[in-house]
């Protein structure tokens, strides 16, 4: 996952390579967007490496920080005074001495405004060849640390935030302590991953009869017990000077190089990335899973029997506007269709099917993904959950009653039923005058109405009443046939209408959220 050295190489006047700005605003993005989804304090961790590579990178890479860490007496402090030529700080091997980190600069370039950002105070520079000539060293900056193994608390802290924030780190130990647990336990496992910026140093070797071979080929065992294989031990006598011309030139080469600052926020990237780490795989958010949720929503919504519905709808609202008005009473008094209307909040399974449907969605696009993953799709997807089930059930109201909007031709049906209304009533009026008139008081009718024509077989009110009613109760029998036809059609549009809405909220409410959580795992995912 690291880039490489060469990648990583600034240019003469020590600017940033391009590839890890880059990289580091990749991180940025994708750690903003974890806020959404890992746990406060890893947010919070991840926020502080970005912070501390920032802040390192803006001093830039023509000084090389190298802290020299060990516990006490292990003598940190005479390997920092051999290699600046002078006694600087205060050495022992019975206690600890070193209370606060020691700085020493060698060459000419400015490192006070580094070493206030790594908040420092004691400084000391380490002079130029008398002819004004550069040594190897120039451009290193040296930091004697408090013992790690210190009983004052403050050391142990400062230690810890320092090691968090130099580009080298040193570790020095002795043929008595390069094996205690303090140690490998408390730093080198832990710093496994930053393996690029670790160098091991064995002092007091002057004490053992092969020079320190055996034990420093044993504390390179351990070394690599710690995750770090294949580790090189500098055997090294701070009080003879033996090895340091070894460790010398090794110290220059890192600081020729001038990488040293972005190698470790190149690791440090590498780590906070594995803190990331996307593990298992999404499925399809908008294949065949989509069109699953799709189908136990329209379940749900209960596309089928709102078309039913519909049907009977158009059909009831046919013959009151078209059936013979004498018998549209018994119609009207008959339960409505619309109070069958299933969907959410109007039947008591198609709440518990939707969720079911989503629920379903949401696990099938989980696929094989591990924490927090998982419960991020379940959440978006029921993020609106209400607003999509008060969707389907407007979206099922409004299609149905669209099933009961009348045609134009319904109209002119309804025209022609009252006209044979109107002709049945005036036939059954005009009988009732003359029966009562002329056959119950027996009055002469001629003066007040005029004579009754005759049919050629029945008497013309009559054959008003008769046809009247007949051919409307006709007319309405016929029409069942053309409304029977629309109202299937209408049931198979409402199915249609409520499926392709139910499609268009289903991916508005629920797919697009899942998809965005995808998009965000994705841009994460991409660090590693």
């Given at each position: 996952?690291?880039?490489?050295?060469?990648?990583?190489?600034?240019?003469?006047?020590?600017?940033?390579?391009?590839?890890?700005?880059?990289?580091?605003?990749?991180?940025?993005?994708?750690?903003?967007?974890?806020?959404?989804?890992?746990?406060?304090?890893?947010?919070?961790?991840?926020?502080?490496?970005?912070?501390?590579?920032?802040?390192?990178?803006?001093?830039?890479?023509?000084?090389?920080?190298?802290?020299?860490?060990?516990?006490?007496?292990?003598?940190?402090?005479?390997?920092?005074?051999?290699?600046?030529?002078?006694?600087?700080?205060?050495?022992?091997?019975?206690?600890?001495?070193?209370?606060?980190?020691?700085?020493?600069?060698?060459?000419?370039?400015?490192?006070?405004?580094?070493?206030?950002?790594?908040?420092?105070?004691?400084?000391?520079?380490?002079?130029?060849?008398?002819?004004?000539?550069?040594?190897?060293?120039?451009?290193?900056?040296?930091?004697?640390?408090?013992?790690?193994?210190?009983?004052?608390?403050?050391?142990?802290?400062?230690?810890?935030?320092?090691?968090?924030?130099?580009?080298?780190?040193?570790?020095?130990?002795?043929?008595?302590?390069?094996?205690?647990?303090?140690?490998?336990?408390?730093?080198?496992?832990?710093?496994?991953?930053?393996?690029?910026?670790l160098r091991f140093v064995l002092n007091q070797v002057d004490r053992l009869e092969d020079g320190g071979a055996s034990v420093a080929a044993d504390f390179g065992r351990l070394?690599?017990?710690?995750?770090?294989?294949?580790?090189?031990?500098?055997?090294?006598?701070?009080?003879?000077?033996?090895?340091?011309?070894?460790?010398?030139?090794?110290?220059?080469?890192?600081?020729?190089?001038?990488?040293?600052?972005?190698?470790?926020?190149?690791?440090?990237?590498?780590?906070?990335?594995?803190?990331?780490?996307?593990?298992?795989?999404?499925?399809?958010?908008?294949?065949?899973?989509?069109?699953?949720?799709?189908?136990?929503?329209?379940?749900?919504?209960?596309?089928?029997?709102?078309?039913?519905?519909?049907?009977?709808?158009?059909?009831?609202?046919?013959?009151?506007?078209m059936g013979w008005p004498f018998t549209r009473w018994a119609r009207r008094l008959a339960r409505k269709p619309l109070a069958d209307l299933p969907g959410p909040g109007r039947?008591?399974?198609?709440?518990?099917?939707?969720?079911?449907?989503?629920?379903?969605?949401?696990e099938a696009v989980a696929g094989t993904s591990k924490t927090p993953w998982p419960a991020a799709v379940r959440n978006a997807a029921f993020s609106e959950r209400d607003e999509?089930?008060?969707?389907?059930?407007?979206?099922?109201?409004?299609?149905?009653?669209?099933?009961?909007?009348?045609?134009?031709?319904?109209?002119?049906?309804?025209?022609?039923?009252?006209?044979?209304?109107?002709?049945?009533?005036?036939?059954?009026?005009?009988?009732?005058?003359?029966?009562?008139?002329?056959?119950?008081?027996?009055?002469?009718?001629?003066?007040?109405?005029?004579?009754?024509?005759?049919?050629?077989?029945?008497?013309?009110?009559?054959?008003?009443?008769?046809?009247?009613?007949?051919?409307?109760?006709?007319?309405?029998?016929?029409?069942?046939?053309?409304?029977?036809?629309?109202?299937?059609?209408?049931?198979?549009?409402?199915?249609?209408?409520?499926?392709?809405?139910?499609?268009?909220?289903?991916?508005?409410?629920?797919?697009?959220?899942?998809?965005?959580?995808?998009?965000?795992?994705?841009?994460?995912?991409?660090?590693?």
């Amino acid at each position: 996952m690291a880039k490489s050295t060469e990648e990583l190489t600034p240019d003469a006047e020590g600017r940033i390579d391009s590839a890890l700005v880059a990289r580091l605003d990749a991180f940025d993005d994708a750690a903003k967007l974890a806020t959404k989804y890992y746990p406060e304090a890893e947010v919070e961790s991840l926020d502080a490496l970005r912070a501390k590579a920032r802040g390192r990178l803006r001093h830039g890479t023509r000084l090389t920080v190298v802290a020299i860490a060990g516990a006490t007496g292990s003598g940190k402090s005479s390997i920092v005074n051999r290699l600046a030529g002078t006694e600087l700080t205060k050495s022992s091997v019975r206690r600890p001495t070193t209370s606060a980190t020691h700085a020493v600069v060698w060459g000419d370039e400015d490192a006070g405004p580094l070493l206030d950002w790594l908040d420092i105070s004691h400084r000391y520079q380490v002079e130029s060849e008398a002819d004004g000539s550069a040594t190897p060293l120039d451009g290193l900056v040296l930091l004697d640390l408090p013992d790690h193994d210190s009983t004052a608390v403050e050391h142990r802290i400062e230690v810890d935030r320092l090691v968090e924030l130099v580009d080298v780190l040193v570790w020095v130990t002795d043929p008595q302590k390069y094996a205690d647990a303090a140690l490998h336990l408390g730093y080198i496992q832990p710093l496994a991953h930053h393996a690029g910026i670790l160098r091991f140093v064995l002092n007091q070797v002057d004490r053992l009869e092969d020079g320190g071979a055996s034990v420093a080929a044993d504390f390179g065992r351990l070394v690599a017990d710690d995750g770090i294989a294949g580790a090189e031990v500098l055997p090294v006598s701070a009080l003879t000077g033996a090895g340091f011309d070894r460790f010398e030139a090794e110290l220059a080469e890192a600081i020729a190089a001038r990488n040293a600052a972005l190698v470790r926020v190149d690791a440090d990237l590498a780590e906070a990335a594995s803190a990331l780490a996307v593990e298992g795989t999404f499925t399809d958010a908008e294949g065949k899973n989509r069109a699953t949720l799709i189908e136990g929503l329209a379940e749900a919504a209960g596309s089928d029997a709102a078309a039913d519905v519909a049907v009977r709808h158009h059909t009831r609202q046919g013959s009151l506007t078209m059936g013979w008005p004498f018998t549209r009473w018994a119609r009207r008094l008959a339960r409505k269709p619309l109070a069958d209307l299933p969907g959410p909040g109007r039947t008591g399974a198609a709440e518990p099917r939707a969720d079911l449907a989503i629920r379903d969605y949401a696990e099938a696009v989980a696929g094989t993904s591990k924490t927090p993953w998982p419960a991020a799709v379940r959440n978006a997807a029921f993020s609106e959950r209400d607003e999509l089930l008060d969707d389907l059930r407007r979206t099922v109201g409004r299609e149905t009653m669209k099933a009961g909007s009348q045609p134009k031709w319904w109209l002119a049906i309804a025209w022609l039923q009252r006209i044979l209304a109107i002709t049945a009533v005036v036939g059954l009026v005009w009988l009732i005058v003359v029966a009562v008139l002329g056959g119950f008081f027996q009055f002469d009718t001629e003066p007040l109405l005029p004579p009754t024509p005759e049919a050629e077989w029945m008497p013309l009110p009559s054959a008003l009443l008769i046809g009247g009613a007949v051919i409307g109760m006709l007319v309405a029998l016929l029409m069942r046939i053309p409304l029977g036809v629309g109202a299937q059609r209408r049931g198979r549009s409402a199915r249609k209408a409520i499926e392709k809405q139910v499609h268009d909220h289903a991916q508005a409410r629920v797919v697009d959220a899942v998809v965005a959580v995808a998009v965000d795992r994705d841009a994460i995912a991409s660090l590693n």
